[in-house]
Structures are given as structure tokens and as C-alpha cells.
């Protein structure tokens, strides 16, 4: 991180003056914990923001609380040691904790070099962010949606392990600068800076991990990431296989919690794919269609017009590049 923008961050804030001068415990007015256990967005951002961020308050325990809003944290330096819904996540430098609303949190004191900047966000905010991932399913895609939701989550966090892949670090980073020092205006252009965030994550979706007490959904991500390496050729049973589980048990599982089966999930997978190749190749619709898995034209052809609405010529006339 920038020299420079790290020493910001680590002046110490007048509510951490106050725990170094004696106080034992968070002023829990700042956080509207009085009497309630949920953090209020109303509390920490500004009339009428989406978005902002505040350092993560150093030198306290944060006891047992949740949120009415959706939680980024980022490691600049250092470590915090969290726990949620009883599960210990231990959030190192460079790396990214998403939360959702429902995720019950509690975290051990930092220490003076343990710099995390925490974003705040209103699941308003996602709805330009959600447009720019489209519509493939996948996993970090399904955290954003159930976010928007109201009712209960599935997923209440995520941990990327990302401190090694430059270009999120440089997103993250872009983010930080441009809300710490309040830029004016910015919010559509925060909006495309999460957007592109999001897609550069889910090229790294094998670096995330979910609690162990969300075991299905662990192995959802498991699933997920099959599909990406092999959506081409990938079964369903050979995965069951490697993995030691009852092909018709992970069937149910996929099902219950995506609303789809596996072979919906790999379509979906293999035209996306084709519908890139066909904007950004010059490989023929035969050869893009023998790339993506399909062997009968016919078929490819009938299934990419079912979802696109034209042909895969049409499509590739109609659509410029995304390089361009």
C-alpha cells in the first residue's frame, strides 16, 4: 500500500486516544450498541452516502455484534482476529472479509501496526456493481444477491486470501484514497471501481473461503470452481467422485441451494463462455461451439438462440468487442 496514504491511516483517532488514556471498553453511543447488538449504518455514514469507510478502531475488544448493512474489510498491514458465527477467521495483510447483514461478529483487540480500513455499504450501493458481474452464477455473485435480500442469508461471509494478485490490491487501494479524502462526486465512478473489484475476485474465487460451519456452502464453492476448470467436459459424477460423496446427495445439495441443477449451472457456464468467444475471437462458431463442450451444432445453435434471442453469427455482428 502507499506509503503515504498507510500513515494516514494509522494516526491515531481521538476515539482510540480515549481507550490508550484508560477506557476500557467502546463508547457504544458511536455505534448505536447501547441497547441493541446491531451496528447502525445511520451511526457511521453520512446522510444520503452508500458508501464510506472509517479504520477499524484499534486497542478494544469489539464484543458479540451484527450490522444493518453490508461490511468490506481490508488489511492494509498487520492482522485482526475475528470470530463469526463461531468460527475464528484470522484476516492478514492485502486480505479482503466480506459480511453480510446477518453475520454475527466479534473481534480481538489490534495493535498499533494492524492497519484494516472497514467499508461501510448499503445494499443500494450494489446495483450498478451487480450489473458489471451479469449473470453467471457464481458464488461470490450469490453473496452479493442474497445481500440485497431481506430475509436470511446462506452465505454470511467470505474471505479472499488475495494479498498476492496486484491488480485487486490496486482497486482496493484506488477506493481507499478516493473516500478517505472525500472526493466529490465520485459515487458512480466508486460504483464501476467495486464493479471491477468484483470481477477481478471472481477470477480468483479459488482463493476464497467460507466458515466451516457453512459446510454445503464450502462445498458449493467447490462445485462452482469445477465448473470454471472444466466446463467443457466436466460430470457431475466424476466430481462425486473425487470427492468421495453420493452423486443423487451432491444433486440435492446443488439444487437446494442454487435452484438449478448441475447441468443448468455447466449450460450456463458454456454459453457465457461462448457468447465471450464470439465478442472478443475470431474463432469460427463451429470451433467456439466444440471449445465451450458441444459436439452437435444443431444443438448449440438452438440453445445459444433459446438464451440470446439471435443466432451466434447475429451475436457476434451485433456485439463490439470489449477491448474496444
Not at 2 to 29: H, M, V, Y
Amino acid at each position: 500500500m502507499n506509503q503515504d496514504l498507510l500513515r494516514e491511516l494509522k494516526k491515531i483517532t481521538a476515539e482510540e486516544q480515549a481507550l490508550l488514556n484508560g477506557q476500557k471498553q467502546i463508547n457504544p453511543s458511536i455505534y448505536n450498541l447501547e441497547h441493541s447488538m446491531t451496528i447502525d449504518n445511520k451511526k457511521l455514514l453520512e446522510h444520503g452516502k452508500l458508501l464510506q469507510i472509517r479504520p477499524h478502531t484499534r486497542f478494544v475488544h469489539f464484543p458479540k455484534h451484527n450490522h444493518n448493512y453490508v461490511e468490506m474489510i481490508y488489511m492494509c498491514s498487520g492482522s485482526t482476529r475475528h470470530i463469526i458465527n463461531g468460527a475464528e477467521v484470522l484476516l492478514g495483510t492485502g486480505e479482503l472479509l466480506f459480511l453480510s447483514q446477518t453475520a454475527t461478529q466479534e473481534i480481538y483487540p489490534a495493535g498499533y501496526d494492524d492497519i484494516a480500513v472497514n467499508f461501510i455499504i448499503l445494499p443500494e450501493f450494489f446495483g450498478q456493481p451487480l450489473d458489471m458481474i451479469g449473470t453467471e452464477d457464481n458464488m461470490l455473485r450469490t453473496f452479493i444477491i442474497e445481500c440485497l435480500k431481506t430475509g436470511s442469508q446462506n452465505v454470511n461471509y467470505l474471505h479472499f486470501k488475495v494479498a498476492d494478485i496486484l491488480p485487486i490490491q490496486n482497486l482496493v487501494e484506488n477506493l481507499i484514497w478516493t473516500l478517505h479524502n472525500k472526493q466529490p462526486n465520485k459515487r458512480s465512478s466508486n460504483q464501476v471501481t467495486m464493479g471491477l473489484l468484483f470481477l477481478q475476485l471472481m477470477n480468483y474465487i479459488d482463493k476464497a473461503e467460507i466458515g466451516q460451519e457453512n459446510y454445503e456452502q464450502e462445498l458449493l464453492l467447490t462445485v462452482f470452481r469445477y465448473i470454471e476448470e472444466h466446463y467443457s467436459d466436466g460430470e457431475l459424477s466424476e466430481l462425486a467422485g473425487e470427492l468421495g460423496y453420493d452423486l443423487y446427495w451432491l444433486s440435492r445439495v446443488i439444487k437446494r441451494h442454487t435452484g438449478k441443477n448441475y447441468k443448468d449451472l455447466l449450460q450456463d457456464k458454456r454459453l457465457n463462455q461462448a457468447a465471450y468467444l464470439l465478442q472478443n475471437t475470431s474463432l469460427s462458431v463451429t470451433d467456439i461451439g466444440l471449445n465451450v463442450g458441444y459436439h452437435n451444432f444443431s444443438y448449440f445453435y438452438k440453445i445459444f438462440k433459446a438464451r440470446f434471442g439471435m443466432s451466434p453469427r447475429c451475436y457476434r455482428l451485433t456485439r463490439e468487442p470489449e477491448s474496444r
